[in-house]
């Protein structure tokens, strides 16, 4: 979660952790008996490597992620059973691929750009910069705020927003909540525990005493915390926080282990302040929040950090001796903390002024990222991700066994990072002239590794670029060239090379 008031800023996307997305929590050995191999430290997303990537979003529930570009593109990629990717069918998708591949959001979305989103466990919420929200994947609970209780496989707009302008979406794990620019917070969903925080959990008797909630599919306005201007949400399994324009925390929905943070395990169906972020002295107030599957975060006005709940399976801050009420973590005492993400069972923070990436909890996917040359896999106190050091990261999205990383590109470290997928053994010779003849003029494309001749390049190079370069298959000449001097005859070859790409993403598909 990203405190507001910051410029926009581009980077992009690192991944680490399981990325077989339907094994993710329920196999741990393939068919044959191996292992399933994890990214054990951050890796390149190949299919990202040359977009400009503002948002890279997955969730405590979640499986599966959005990712939105400085144009406003959006890609989805991993679990889909309940069509929670908007594809059109419910194929896990294994890798980023544009939503709009899909013609009916095309149809749909028009000329729309997106600016956020937010995931749950089987449905995702796109924001686009007009204010309206786009919602697809499981409607059981009517988390898609629509009254059909069904699955929508393609992306539906969201009704019954009026003239309110959404700029921010959390879900839970099976409920929905929107903010707007006004700051008001609209919830629909499954409402059992109070999680909309309308007063209610829907409970009514079904027969022989056997209680039932009905769920809520109609956004509607919380209308407790009408009054204060909300500037942030965040949403865990089944509880949430709000965080107002004055540094006041509310939470509410489940209230076990803590994670509300008021010293009792009592469900709130109604937003609550947090005392702890309630003090007169602005400095002890919250700046960010963010909530794990079972925990939750906060950032104080002097950048420290604040847990509670249930954040860890053994010792203090397990369930036999959850986090009542928000502490600080003395081991990260004195850190300028500017980011925080809680996953469902990992925490990160990160010292962007330090360089420095953090992350702790007790973990079987690798999900902390701390990499290949023998860190360890999990680790209940706070520790570097090794491979990040000196990388500046700009957020910290953690999911269910998987965390997305977004960091500033530099010209060192984020280069020589291993990319996903790792890719075929790639050929040494040109991908031209398949000779491999003056090695100096050999160029490697920063997407797929292909080895081009400065001479052989589409357009030809007189020397080698400084920074990243693309060969032409990754950046077919037209989509650069634009309307420059000589786009016209290239123009041809360029849709080719974009239709076959298209071809190769339904292939890839199809498998
Ligand atoms: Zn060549
Ligand atoms: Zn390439």
Sequence with gaps: MTSVNEDIQWGKVLICGNTSWDNIKRKTKTDSGEEIPKLLGPNLVRELIDIKVTQAITGPNACHSVIISQDGETWVFGRNEKGQLGLGDILAQDYPINVRTNKNNENLFGDEKFITAAVGRNHTMLVAESGNVYAAGDNKCGQLGV?????????????????????????????????????????FGSQEYGQLGNGVTGEYLKSAGRLMSQPQPYPSPIQHIKKIKVVSIASGTNHSLALDDEGFVYSWGFGGYGRLGHSEQKDLYVPTAISAFAGHVRTTRATAITCGATCSMAVDGVKQLLLWGKWKNTGDGSSGQPWMHPRYLHDLNGWDIHDISAGNQSLFAVARKEKTTIAWGQVQNAELGFGEDGGPLSSTKPQKVEPLEGVETISVSAGVGHTLFLVKPDDKIVPELPKWPAGPEVDENCMHCHKQDNEEKLLLCDKCDASVHTYCAVPPLDEIPEGEWYCDVCHPPSKDAGNKKGARNKRKGGQDNEETSEKNNKKKRGN
């Design 147 to 187: 009254p059909e209780f069904k699955n929508y496989t393609n992306f539906l707009k969201v009704p019954g927003l009026g003239k309110e302008k959404v700029i921010q979406a959390a879900c839970g794990a099976e409920f929905t909540l929107l903010l707007t620019e006004s700051g008001l917070v609209y919830s």
